[in-house]
């Protein structure tokens, strides 16, 4: 089974850009949807960003749209989130997650320990 591994978050001005990755192990990577959700103190886990194995499709809740772009690089079995634009309301929890295509949690089995993003104002 694939094992997750976030990176790549920390403090960051309002406007400012951050890149998270998450690196998986397992041979079946490629195999997998991925995702991206957050969770803010006091607030559900979300859905940010999610691509399919192919990279062929990829979607986006609508508050990140135009400023946050997934990726992966199967061959590096790494999927990446790259944050521009930063705002306040961005901070949270970011999880990375694998499963099958959709935007809920029950979509995905396999779930990363998550890093910490906080944006300040």
């Known amino acids: 089974q694939v094992q997750l591994v976030e990176s790549g978050g920390g403090l960051v001005q309002a406007g400012g850009s951050l890149r998270l990755s998450c690196a998986a192990s397992?041979?079946?990577?490629?195999?997998?949807?991925m995702s991206w959700f957050r969770q803010a103190p006091g607030k559900e886990r979300e859905f940010v960003a999610a691509?399919?194995?192919?990279?062929?499709?990829?979607d986006y809740t609508e508050s990140v749209k135009g400023r946050f772009t997934i990726s992966r690089d199967n061959a590096k079995n790494t999927v990446y989130l790259q944050m521009n634009s930063l705002k306040a309301e961005d901070t949270a929890v970011y999880y990375c997650?694998?499963?099958?295509w959709g935007t809920g949690r029950d979509d995905y089995a396999v779930w990363g320990q998550g890093t910490q993003v906080t944006v300040s104002s």
């Open positions: 997650a694998a499963g099958r």
């Open positions: 397992g041979r079946t990577f490629s195999a997998y949807a």
């Open positions: 691509i399919t194995w192919s990279s062929s499709i990829t």
